[in-house]
């Protein structure tokens, strides 16, 4: 497996440690106390987590464990019952999903959820939406700025499909791609919101070992060439420990450890609830 240069990671007063090249800027993400309960049971519980501007960071844990709902508090998909959320020191605790994704947080999903009958481009087009500044009027018309932009949106589509080489497919419809190009293409559509924080809910998800390699070289080249954050929710260990900066681990809604990954493979917690029973195979 090829080795990727991490950060150090260096504490922060909010008790989180962040990759040293981050410090002195304010982190992307700050949770706070977050918590939501359903019915009396609380999915979530005084989870705290720091995120550095541009580090690649780890949710893992076994299977219930609330991350997916996490991820579902981040976007506002759920209100939380109790706690702060910070994006880039902005309190968007209160936001709507909209708002939250203009933003600029994006996420992708354990299902896939691309649009079967739309072509690749116009999926990545999809996520533009966010930088429409042509008015309806306009749109109608079809006057010179309609088409100024139309142009802009398509040269920023094939540049971000040739993140991931798939700018000869752009005319391919979405539903007929192999699954792993289905994924690339969802995370394509995510970086098209202009995010600031790129969430990925189980990206490498039935990929084969290859494709999986190649999912680890374009995070950390997403990262490098957008300059920002990445948190990523997964079960392969390869992957996570191969990339990820700081790691946070759930069990049952509660952080039982935060760290890095060589923290978090000694952890006799973390053993005993999660790896055990997850072997650094995958």
């Known amino acids: 497996m090829?080795?990727?240069e991490k950060g150090r990671m260096v504490p922060v007063p909010s008790h989180s440690i962040i990759p040293e090249r981050d410090i002195g800027k304010t982190p992307v993400l700050e949770c706070v106390h977050l918590g939501i309960e359903f019915g009396g049971l609380k999915a979530v519980d005084d989870f705290n987590f720091t995120i550095g501007k541009t580090e690649i960071a780890g949710l893992i844990g076994p299977n219930g464990a609330g991350k997916t709902t996490v991820f579902n508090l981040l976007t506002k998909v759920y209100s939380p019952t109790h706690g702060t959320i910070m994006l880039n020191g902005d309190d968007i605790t209160s936001k709507t999903t909209v708002q939250v994704s203009k933003l600029g947080i994006a996420r992708t999903f354990q299902n896939i959820r691309l649009f079967s009958d739309l072509s690749v481009e116009d999926?990545?087009?999809v996520g533009l939406h966010n930088q429409v500044k042509y008015t309806t009027f306009d749109g109608v018309l079809r006057l010179p700025?309609?088409?100024?932009?139309e142009k802009a949106f398509h040269e920023r589509a094939m540049d971000l499909l040739s993140i991931f080489d798939m700018q000869d497919m752009a005319a391919t419809k979405a539903g007929s791609l192999p699954y792993g190009a289905q994924r690339r293409l969802e995370i394509v559509r995510a970086l098209a919101t202009d995010p600031k924080l790129l969430l990925l809910d189980e990206p490498a998800a039935?990929?084969?070992?290859n494709e999986t390699a190649e999912l680890m070289e374009n995070i950390v080249k997403i990262r490098d060439t957008f300059q920002i954050a990445v948190?990523?929710?997964?079960?392969d260990m390869k992957l996570v420990m191969g990339i990820c900066e700081g790691i946070c681990v759930l069990n049952f809604g509660k952080i039982i450890a935060k760290g890095t990954a060589e923290e978090i493979?000694?952890?006799?917690?973390?053993?005993k609830a999660y790896l055990g029973n997850n072997s650094m195979e995958g």
């Open 206 to 209: 039935g990929m084969n070992p």
């Open 2 to 4: 090829k080795e990727f």
């Open 123 to 125: 999926n990545v087009r």
């Open 231 to 235: 948190l990523l929710i997964e079960h």
């Open 265 to 271: 493979q000694t952890n006799p917690e973390v053993i």
């Open 145 to 149: 700025s309609f088409w100024k932009k």
